[in-house]
Structure formats: structure tokens, C-alpha cells
């Protein structure tokens, strides 16, 4: 979501005045997306910095992400992670858009990132599993889901195969604007983010903390 949900515009300008400046490339993408009609699914500035600490945290080189849009996320991640490690970085990215991600590819390669993101365009669940299938098992540090609610949790458990020990796998919209609190509500994208909630707190594999930054992130540590 563009702007964390349940923040007042004040606190959101306070943010982004206080984290560190956004790259050009960021920027950019950020100001253009902001005049498509699908704007509002992309990350928010904030959410970006917070991921890039992230994956400093952790030092990953390898991440995968699930759902690129205009490519503000993988590009967050992408920048990090060329930070630590240059380009021997690597980012596998899942899309099924070519309009989208064709504007994500012009942001990669205006910050030079472009040659260490592997964009795959087609439904993420097969392409996960053609990378289990080509023995990628426990060799991602980082993953980013934030794509079709209803696919969640099939990405939950490829994504956790991909996983090293101790990598981390953040989920996007985990509070859906509140929905998931709403006892109301049992349209299929609330329900299926509600039983992953669940699911990954009794989850024996993995750690797992509940934040309300952004729509909510689920960010969750492979045991
Ligand atoms: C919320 S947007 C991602 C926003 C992005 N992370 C950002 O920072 O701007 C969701 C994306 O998921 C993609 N998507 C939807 N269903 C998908 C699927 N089954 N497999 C892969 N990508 C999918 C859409 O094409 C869309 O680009």
C-alpha cells in the first residue's frame, strides 16, 4: 500500500522527512506510479527503508520476491543488497504482468541493478517450484510476497524451502486495511490471510512477528 495504513498524512511527510532520502531510481518510480490507476499497490516509502534494513540485518545476497509491480520493492531490496555484496547480488522476481514490470525494468537499469534481477513472468507458484525443482532449496536469504492473497500460502511454503536457516520471508497486506479484523468479513482474500496468520504462528519451522507497518507485515524467521 503507498501510504501505511491507518497513519495521518502528517506522521507519513514526518517519516519520510526523517528516513534516509529515497535512491533517484526510487524516486522516480515512486512519482510515475503515483499516475497509474493501480497506484496504491505499491510499497510505501517507509515500508522500503524498513525492508532495506531488513535485509542488511541479515546480510542477504539472495532474495526472491513474489509480485513486482513497477518494481519499487525489488528495487529497495536490490539496492541493499548491491550495497553489501556488488553485483554478485542475486533477485529472483515473480510477476505475471509484462506492462508493469517492463516500467520496473527501466527503474532497475537506471540504478544499475537490471543484470542482478531474474524476472519471470508467470504464475509465482510455477515458477518456485521450477527453482525447488532445480535444487535452489535453502539457498535464499530473503523473500518478499506481495501478490494474489489467495496464492499466500502456497508462496509460504515454497518460499520456506527456499529459505536458508535463519533467512526471513516477509508477507505484505497481513492486515488488509483492517479486514482481517473484522469478523464480518469473509471475502476469499481476507480468510486466506487470516488462516495464514494463524497457521504461521502454531508453525513449529518457523519464528513469526505480526507488525502494522505498511498494511501490515508478517515477517517470519526460517528455524
Ligand atoms: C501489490 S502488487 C506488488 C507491488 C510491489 N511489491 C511494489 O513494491 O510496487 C501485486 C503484483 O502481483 C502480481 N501478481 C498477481 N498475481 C500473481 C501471480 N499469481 N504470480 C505472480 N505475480 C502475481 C501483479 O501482477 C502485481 O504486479
Known amino acids: 500500500m503507498s501510504a501505511s495504513f491507518g497513519l495521518s498524512p502528517e506522521v ?14 526510487l524516486a522516480r518510480c515512486r512519482a510515475e506510479t503515483a499516475r497509474l490507476p493501480m497506484a496504491r499497490m505499491q510499497i510505501s516509502a517507509e515500508q522500503g527503508a524498513f525492508m532495506q534494513a531488513l535485509v542488511r540485518m541479515i546480510g542477504a545476497k539472495r ?42 525494468y527501466e527503474y532497475w537499469r ?6 542482478m534481477i531474474d524476472l519471470n513472468l508467470a504464475p509465482a507458484t510455477e515458477t518456485l517450484d521450477r527453482r525447488l525443482q532445480a535444487r535452489e532449496a535453502g539457498l ?9 492473497k489467495t496464492g499466500y500460502d502456497s508462496y509460504y511454503e ?20 483492517g479486514a482481517v479484523a473484522d469478523p ?7 480468510v486466506a490471510l487470516r488462516s495464514l496468520a494463524l497457521k504461521a504462528r502454531a508453525d513449529g519451522r518457523v519464528h513469526v512477528a505480526m507488525t502494522a507497518i505498511g498494511d501490515g507485515l508478517m515477517i517470519v524467521v526460517k528455524r
Open 12 to 25: 507519513v511527510r514526518y517519516l519520510a522527512d526523517v528516513n534516509p532520502a529515497e535512491h533517484a531510481a
Open 63 to 104: 532474495a526472491f520476491e513474489v509480485g513486482v509491480f513497477t518494481g519499487y520493492s525489488s528495487l529497495a531490496v536490490a539496492l541493499a543488497m548491491r550495497d553489501m555484496h556488488g553485483q554478485t547480488a542475486r533477485l529472483l522476481a515473480c510477476d505475471v504482468s509484462e506492462e508493469w514490470t517492463a516500467k520496473a
Open 110 to 115: 537506471e540504478a544499475g541493478v537490471d543484470g
Open 140 to 148: 535464499y536469504d530473503f523473500g518478499f510476497i506481495d501478490a494474489d
Open 158 to 177: 515454497r518460499g520456506l524451502s527456499l529459505l536458508r536457516p535463519g533467512g526471513v520471508m516477509v508477507f505484505d497486506n497481513m492486515l488488509w486495511s
Open 184 to 190: 464480518k468479513d469473509h471475502s476469499a482474500d481476507t
